[in-house]
């Protein structure tokens, strides 16, 4: 069964740094493009940063460029956002999200709160 989890959420201070980590099992990892979103309360979903299956191609939310890096390795099933410069609007939950042709499945997200 198709299964996305998310890891290294936490709490960290302004102008500090995470990585997420998600793995992802059950289907074929590398045929998707691979997404982030992140949800704040009260808000909507918004889209933060995506990484195509072939070629690499990576893409961002303005909101985010320079300071997210979105990864991907194959050979271990996994998608990456290395969050850096974290700022408290990036208080969210961060969800992983697989799309594509043949993928459509989402994470069930990890909690990032950046304090004040």
């Known amino acids: 069964q198709a299964q996305l989890v998310e890891s290294g959420g936490g709490l960290v201070q302004p102008g500090g740094s995470l990585r997420l980590s998600c793995a992802a099992s059950?289907?074929?990892?590398?045929?998707?493009?691979m997404m982030w979103y992140r949800q704040a309360p009260g808000k909507e979903r918004e889209w933060v940063a995506g990484?195509?299956?072939?070629?690499?191609?990576?893409s961002y939310a303005d909101s985010v460029k320079g300071r997210f890096t979105i990864s991907r390795d194959n050979a271990k099933n996994t998608v990456y956002l290395q969050m850096n410069s974290l700022k408290p609007e990036d208080t969210a939950v961060y969800y992983c999200?697989?799309?594509?042709?043949?993928?459509?499945?989402w994470g069930q997200g990890t909690q990032v709160t950046v304090s004040s």
């Open positions: 999200r697989a799309q594509g042709s043949f993928c459509n499945y």
């Open positions: 059950g289907f074929t990892f590398s045929s998707c493009t």
């Open positions: 990484v195509s299956s072939i070629g690499g191609r990576t």
